[in-house]
């Protein structure tokens, strides 16, 4: 089934810093999207970019797809402690019915 | 409710005992979605439902897993004899419509610990 793969699995930097996390897929997508887990707690939805876009903004998110590359980014722009969390990206296509997630990227932006 | 709730949060059962978790989506929202979620994972797709009909039970471990929604709202998930692998945090999210690809609204969770 379609997962994607995060890569750095772990990434620590100092707040006001910019913090890039990767994701990789193997097959065709309709869609991909972005969860923040903190936590303890449940996932929180970031950004869905389609198969026909290549790049969306929301606030200091940004996130790119290339789907000759099977790859896409999230750049978080002017860190704050409170990004701290795991990072999921989750490629949606037509074979299956839910989300499927990596293993994820652990952020920890220190103060 | 603003948002998806879970209960219990916590949930410490005997191996062999069987649990029911529970899943109150967002009102209104056609889909519904269970998730498991072990320790340093990504959470993993157990079931999804479209108002209360279960389209995919695909990702349902054993039979000892069963999931209902009778009413298309509320959702139970339940886990009959426990095993110590059945000991994860289990994750509900809802959509707004029945296209599965729209962004979804996760609950806290229920930790579940076998002991």
């Known amino acids: 089934s379609q997962q994607g793969e995060e890569d750095p699995q772990a990434l620590s930097i100092q707040e006001g810093e910019n913090a890039t996390m990767n994701c990789s897929y193997k097959?065709?997508?309709?869609?991909l999207q972005w969860y923040r887990q903190n936590s303890g707690r449940g996932l929180v939805h970031l950004i869905l970019?389609?198969?026909?876009?290549r790049e969306k903004h929301s606030g200091r998110l940004r996130v790119t797809l290339d789907t000759s590359k099977k790859s896409s980014s999230l750049l978080i722009t002017a860190s704050r402690a409170a990004d701290t969390a795991s990072y999921f990206c989750a490629p949606v296509d037509t074979g299956r019915r839910a989300l499927t997630f990596g293993s994820g990227t652990r952020l920890q932006v220190q103060p | 409710g603003a948002g998806v709730s879970q209960s219990p949060r916590y949930k410490v059962a005997k191996r062999g005992q069987d649990v029911a978790l529970r899943c109150d989506p967002i009102s209104g929202h056609v889909s519904l979605f269970w998730y498991q979620q072990a320790l340093g994972q990504g959470p993993e797709f157990l079931t999804y439902f479209q108002n209360e009909a279960q389209l995919d039970k695909s990702g349902l471990p054993s039979d000892r897993f069963f999931a209902e929604r009778p009413e298309g709202s509320v959702s139970t998930l339940k886990i009959q004899r426990t095993q110590q692998e059945d000991s994860a945090v289990y994750l509900c999210a809802s959509s707004a419509g029945g296209a599965w690809m729209d962004e979804q609204f996760f609950g806290p969770g229920t930790r579940l610990t076998v002991l």
């Open positions: 097959t065709s997508i309709n869609n």
């Open positions: 970019i389609r198969s026909n876009e």
